[in-house]
């Protein structure tokens, strides 16, 4: 059975199992499944085969027989994402899952801008890559469901992080009103303060894989 795989990934997104897939630069293991690391075009590479002289049989010349699940990066190849794009700008609505980027933290808010409407299936059909980045906003009391008194914005969100919220209300004439209080909402690729591309180890922290130091932020469950 062939797997079908998204046109685009983004960090956290679920892309098959890890049997009979191994994964690959790009992506990591989690509870049995392979995941995107970072976000850009999947991929799959089938292990070459050879014939054998002495047996006459076809042998795999690759040190294991999976299948390799791979990403692409977008930065060096920004031609993944031109077909993507619509000429007509894709609008948010009530309700629209988007993945945002975090552009500036205040004491009752997180400004973001939002740069994916829609990411279960990217097309033009009300969902796909914004070619103008919406500006959103993230209230203190939308982070999380439970404690909402006790949220500290600065341990929720850092300028530069990749999240994935949802459009609870058009809000007013310059920013889209979005929540992250559900499991699966939050941010979803994070740095560390020294740079450092970082994995989470609970639904309240990500971990620099170098430094092994923690650093708080508002996790998004990986679906």
């Keep these: 059975m062939t797997l079908s795989l998204p046109r685009l990934a ?9 049997s009979p897939y191994s994964p690959g630069p790009g992506t990591h293991i989690y509870k049995s499944s392979i995941y995107a690391s970072i976000a850009g075009q999947p991929t799959i590479a089938h292990p070459s085969s050879s014939l054998n002289p002495s047996s006459g049989s076809k042998t795999t010349t690759a040190a294991v027989s999976n299948s390799i699940i791979s990403i692409l990066p977008i930065s060096p190849a920004p031609s993944i994402l031109s077909p993507l794009v619509s000429n007509k700008n894709v609008l948010p609505a009530v309700g629209s899952v988007v993945l945002f980027r975090v552009t500036r933290l205040m004491a009752k808010q997180v400004n973001v801008a939002i740069l994916v409407v829609g990411e279960k299936e990217l097309s033009f059909e009300g969902n796909g890559v914004c070619a103008d980045q919406w500006a959103g906003v993230v209230r203190k009391e939308d ?3 439970l404690e909402r008194d006790k949220v500290k914005v600065q341990e929720a969100f850092r300028v530069g992080d990749l999240g994935r919220g949802e459009v609870i209300s058009l809000g007013d004439q310059s920013n889209y009103y979005l929540s992250t209080a559900k499991n699966e909402l939050g941010v979803i690729m994070a740095k560390s303060e020294v740079g450092n591309t970082m994995f989470p ?3 309240k922290e990500f971990r620099d894989p170098i430094t092994g130091l923690a650093e708080s932020r508002k996790v998004a469950k990986p679906f």
Excluded: E, K
Excluded at 10 to 18: A, D, E, H, N, V
């Design 10 to 18: 983004y960090p956290g997104l679920l892309l098959g199992p890890s």
């Design 143 to 145: 982070i999380r469901a």
């Design 201 to 203: 180890i609970s639904w």
